[in-house]
Nanobody
Framework: QLHPVESGGGSVQAGGSLRLSCTVS????????MGWFRQAPGKEREGVAR???????NFADSVKGRFTISKDNAKNTLSLQMNSLKPEDTAMYFC????????????????WGQGTQVTVSS
């Protein structure tokens, strides 16, 4: 199993930046893929960014050009750099992982962190 733990959330004004980090523990000896999701109050959870085992990335249209995702396989960490933040980016952000690249590409990760809150004020 994989155990993601997020950090780096907080409050920022619109136009600002935040960097989220996720550290994965557990059985990291096998390759795995990862992603970031978010859920705002009263809304469904949505995929924000994901990175496949071959390091290809994919982003939600709402964050393209503003967010970047990167991973460090040696440290088992995943990062989400969020720039030009907007009030609509306010949500709980979750890091997720899976051993199945297919699951990741389908945004169906099976291992989840507890989440970290991001609040963007106007």
């Amino acid at each position: 199993q994989l155990h993601p733990v997020e950090s780096g959330g907080g409050s920022v004004q619109a136009g600002g930046s935040l960097r989220l980090s996720c550290t994965v523990s557990g059985d990291t000896s096998s390759t795995y893929c990862m992603g970031w999701f978010r859920q705002a109050p009263g809304k469904e959870r949505e995929g924000v960014a994901r990175i496949a085992i071959d390091d290809t990335t994919n982003f939600a249209d709402s964050v393209k050009g503003r967010f970047t995702i990167s991973k460090d396989n040696a440290k088992n960490t995943l990062s989400l750099q969020m720039n030009s933040l907007k009030p609509e980016d306010t949500a709980m952000y979750f890091c997720a992982a899976d051993y199945s690249d297919y699951a990741c590409r389908m945004w169906e990760h099976n291992y989840w962190g507890q989440g970290t809150q991001v609040t963007v004020s106007s």
